[in-house]
């Protein structure tokens, strides 16, 4: 058993990659030397900007010998079976040897590979491990060919045992194996010689490095409390600034400054965001006045001044930085204050999209779908209206041309400023949300609003030019805006039908892209816009009647059969309207396709969505196949309902019922291609057990019918469990298809009463089991 | 080479800065050169980093490069921005192993003191889109503010470095400042304060910055500058174009280093249309895309001259 450490020293490796790097370090090495038969007890990484560790104690001296056999072909097989045979093995014939197998004779290779040295294994391992690493970005230097993140300087390998420790002899494009390393780059001099990882660490120590990047990060946290505490202050804590901090110090020093006062009243979020993003601070808040009035720097040395010096350095750089900064709040609030038109009107210059506008437009687009949304989640419509044309204005300011990350913040500091409505405000800052899977949802109606106008402009837009994602690919984050609309809708409670909102904002959106697409066709235009209103509902209509895409698609293809055909034989403005004509209506079938294709996509986003929350998938294919599928809060109170019946011991049984009752009668109906929906009439019932589903059924129907209409789904339920006995009775005792046929179809009849009853909850018979 | 052990005394002037990175680099065996006698947007521009980096032959130069970007011009008002600025450029090819400690030890020659100082190596990846160049390497901050560029070119004009080249890149008014304790450029003292006739850095660019600033931002005339940008072009591609051998001398002459003067002029005519705003967004990517193409055929060009080429 020995100990095995390896440090692989280099020119500053960047902070963000460091602890992937340990753990790749860490795999390809212990995985490598395993598959090569060694064993090891335990394995620990580290990191500093300099070097990468790893450390294996336990580790077996040499592999275990491995003995394989392999059977060949048959003596008698030609030759060239023969030649691949020993190719594979690498042996040569005279070692091969010739067994009896079943009636022929068979070659069969016997390959002994010897237990090997770790010594041997390590290097080979360690050299693999080096040449093939993961880095995210790695590099070529001086006239070498290795490549590694930053210069690789040095290469520390050894083993411990019992008799001490020994370089592993190996070398990687000149750079040879060593027992030495160094400390830091100021405070230490020249190389040092170590034994094993306990001596390692410990001189490592004594030369100002500490090796652990929790201990740094522990140290850095704890001195800058201390540091923020003496002055009766507060650090805010950002654990990704400390991982990324400790990823660029080997020896920590914090040090604490003071915000000049000229700077103490611009945004919170702005200080803080300068200080990270340019100076890698972290920001410390006067808790008497809420404000951030500090910062704590992390210097990587520890000088005789104390860091006065690097104080004062640090201090003159975050002085001209938030001299910028202030420079940009200032210059901001003067066009903020003048009601933002500055800004709008340079949104006309930036392009969204090509096929969809500048920002301007898109803006324009989202201002009018938040003004139809607003009812439906109980807001203001006016209000919504002037918060969709203002959310976006901030992208102009100067702020957020500095630090994009405050988009929507500093839009709602700006609107403050300028005496707008808080909800304004809010929704400028909020109609981004919801961003991922766990960031919170806006409350304020407004904001809800213009957020779900936002994201159904997104869809609906990239859905119109034919954006959509496909497989891992989505570009445009359309999931996301997807999830976020499912999110908002159901945290909003609010019943909008989701079809006839996605219509309308692919209304909004399809004349955009027609016009991009008219530009070079822009003859074509001269289309009344009167008559466009009127064909598009026609196209709509013709699509509820027809319930088809199919038929549209036929229109589709005639049109554009009509057009080609007959285009060139139509002559002067008479061609173009024609033209026109064919041309608009094939765009209008295409929008549609796109509006039932988007619902779909709604509906496979809310199956992940649900799913997510422990509902399946057969539990929301039963509820999608019901009436009133657009109106997402209606459909996800059914799932949950019908979720939860079916985990109750009556759900399963009834179903058993309901599907049992389905079968029959549906094979009857096809036997005798009848429908049975005529009233059963318990008078003809024979058995108690009959009379006593009769009574059930009446008294289920009295309580469902009433739950449906109040959307109570839980009570229907309930209604719907108390079925179950009746049911399993019923089969239990009678037999349906008896030989009298009014007896029969009577109850066939009666089946029918638990077919329209139980399905009117949901569609059962998409339920799995 | 060796580096010096600890700081030297403080510098007094602008002057004095270059001057001791001057003599310090020439001490580390860099052939000093002069600035390029054209208007370039950095250092890199110059054929001593650019075209010098392709190829095997080995290369050490320094060298300090006035440099213009027209869309930084604030009239000579803001105290660190200015249209028109001196890069300092050190490149080296292939790397040296102590590339790092070379860096530092030009640091401790200008007064920098390692012992009082907090200096760190923070990732930064180098890329010009015009050049279709790009390295690995960092910023380097001294007490938290960016002195210094340090790339290891690993492509240029589309060509693999190999071997690589290490470049150096010092933004010298920055670092200036920050050493003399300057607040604003235009109050750094630029030769000795105590000269005789003792001038500031303001003396001598507060006016051409105010002048460069209007002419950038509203002077130049955009249809000649397009105009220049295409004959540019066009230019550089006849250039190349000729026959590798020259039919007076018979010998093999190939044009690389005037086409690539072309390459230099199409950039800079570039980045004062970007000034004058008449380039937009969409339009942008396809300006840049148009230099870098000039930009490779140079690097292809200069790869098949003896400097360029493979020993």
Known sequence: MADLLIELFSEEIPARMQARAREDLKSLVTNGLVEAGLTYAGAGAFSTPRRLVLTLDGLSAESRPVREERKGPRTDAPAAALEGFLRSTGLTKDQLEVRDDKKAQVYFAVIEKPGRAAPAIIAEVLEHAIRNFPWPKSMRWGSGNLRWVRPLQSILCILTDEAGAQVVPMSVDGIVAGNTTAGHRFLSQGRFAVNNFDDYAVKLKRAFVVLDSAEREAAIWQGAQNLAFAAGMDVVPDAGLLTEVAGLVEWPVPLMGRIADAFLHLPAEVLQTSMREHQKFFSVKNPKTGRIEGFVTVANTDPADHGATILKGNQKVLSARLSDAKFFWENDLRVAKAGMQEWLDGLKAVTFHNKLGSQADRIARIAALAREIAPLVGADADVAEMAAKLAKADLRSSMVGEFPELQGLMGMYYAREAGLPEAVALAARDHYSPLGPTDSVPTDPVSVAVALADKIDTLTGFWAIDEKPTGSKDPFALRRAALGVIRLVLGSRSRLNIRQVLSRGFDEVRFEKMIAEGRSESALFAYPSELLGTTTAAFKDALNEFGRLETLRSIKELLAFIGGKFGPFVEGQARLDFLASTVHFQRLCDGLFAESDLLSFFHDRLKVFLKDQGIRHDVIDACLAMPGNDDLTLLVNRATALAAFLKTEDGPNLLQGYKRANTILTQAEQKDGVEYSFGADVKFAETDEERALFAALDAAEAAITPAMAKEDFAAAMTAMATLRAPIDAFFTAVQVNADNEIIRRNRLNLLHRIRTICSGVADLTKIEG | ?311
Not at chain 2, 93 to 117: F, T, V
Not at chain 2, 179 to 205: C, K, Q, W
Not at chain 2, 264 to 285: C, M, P
């Open chain 2, 1 to 311: 080479m060796s580096v010096p052990a600890q700081a030297a005394a403080a510098p007094r002037s602008f002057q004095e800065i270059i001057l001791r990175l001057q003599s310090y680099w020439a001490a580390q065996g860099c052939a000093v050169l002069q600035p390029y006698d054209m208007e370039v947007g950095a250092g890199t521009f110059h054929p001593a980093t650019t075209l010098r980096s392709l190829g095997s032959k080995p290369w050490a130069a320094a060298y300090v490069q006035p440099s213009r970007r027209p869309t930084d011009g604030r009239y000579g008002e803001n105290p660190n921005r200015l249209q028109h600025y001196y890069q300092y450029q050190v490149i080296i090819k292939p790397s040296p192993s102590n590339l790092q400690e070379l860096y530092l030890g030009s640091l401790q020659a200008i007064g920098i003191d390692m012992a009082l100082h907090d200096i760190r190596f923070v990732e930064d990846d180098w890329e010009s889109p015009t050049l279709g160049a790009w390295g690995l390497g960092w910023e380097v901050w001294c007490d938290g503010m960016e002195v210094s560029q340090f790339t290891y070119f690993q492509q240029v004009g589309g060509h693999d470095c190999r071997p690589v080249s290490g470049e150096l890149t010092y933004g010298l008014e920055r670092l200036a400042m920050y050493v003399l304790g300057v607040d604003h450029v235009m109050d750094m003292p630029f030769n000795d304060p105590s000269a005789p006739i003792p001038l500031t850095y303001g003396d001598i660019f507060r006016q051409t910055e105010e002048e460069y600033s209007r002419h950038n931002f509203d002077g130049a005339d955009t249809a000649q500058l397009l105009r220049h940008f295409e004959d540019a072009e066009a230019e550089c591609q006849r250039l190349l174009d000729f026959p590798a051998e020259d039919p007076k001398t018979g010998k093999k002459i190939i044009m690389a280093h005037p086409a690539y003067d072309q390459t230099i002029k199409a950039s800079h005519l570039f980045n004062l249309l970007d000034a004058r705003g008449v380039i937009s967004v969409t339009e942008r990517q396809a300006y840049i895309g148009r230099v870098r193409a000039l930009a490779k055929k140079c690097a292809d060009a200069f790869r098949l001259t003896e400097a360029g080429a493979d020993a």
